[in-house]
């Protein structure tokens, strides 16, 4: 799972004044916040706090009503439909709380997939996901359905596809929220190896255990805008 973490001081994230309107709701209300290449941020807040809405604002599956969204290096309202998807798959690698696999794909196909949809060969891209599935633990349950996986099982292949093309931020929304406790600290546990060899991840979460175990920064969101922000020590 070799990264390119890049310079410590590269910003891969920033928000600047950013508005989110639905109708007379205000999802997000002039939030601005950087995150830094190498950087592990939990976001954290109550229900309709806007979490959910900078998730997808920096994923660029929804668009500011003002402000700026730049990722990686590309101010994300310059780019038209077609480019954003053709960017998150370059350099966005997600984590659902639900997975979102393919139910008739096994799990090899689902992560090749990722690679396949940039262009890259059917054969380079499965060779890619063997050895991420590999890396993960899991290359013996390469040929399964997703129904008979454990979650566990699923997440992890969920991850490997996330990580597919080297993205430059892994984003994860609830990460944990469906497993069981066990299956749980193993994700935790390996998305913390993964902000050690350089990956930049930003996690959505109700959960504090998950937040003060695999991050290094806590973002409290209320009322749209940045509450409070503070450093964490990841526990062991």
Known sequence: MTQDPGSSQQVVVRLDGVHKEYGDAKALDGMSLEIRAGDAVAVMGPSGCGK????????????????AVEVHGQDLGKLNETGLALFRRRHIGMIF?????????PALDNVALAAQLTGISARQA???????????????????YPAALSGGERQRVAVARALMNRPALLL????TGALDSRSGEQVMD???DLNQIGQTLLIVT?????????ASRLI???????????ALEPSA
């Open 52 to 67: 959910s809405t900078l998730l997808n604002m920096v994923a660029g599956l929804d668009r500011p009503t003002s402000g």
């Open 97 to 105: 709380q639900f997975f979102n696999l393919i139910d008739d794909l």
């Open 126 to 144: 499965r060779r890619r996901a063997l050895e991420l599935l590999d890396e993960l633990g899991i290359a013996d349950r390469k040929d399964t």
């Open 172 to 175: 994860a929304d609830e990460p």
């Open 190 to 192: 390996l998305l913390i």
């Open 206 to 214: 109700h959960d504090p255990h998950l937040a003060t175990r695999c």
């Open 220 to 230: 409290e969101v209320a009322d749209g805008r940045v509450a409070r922000e503070s």
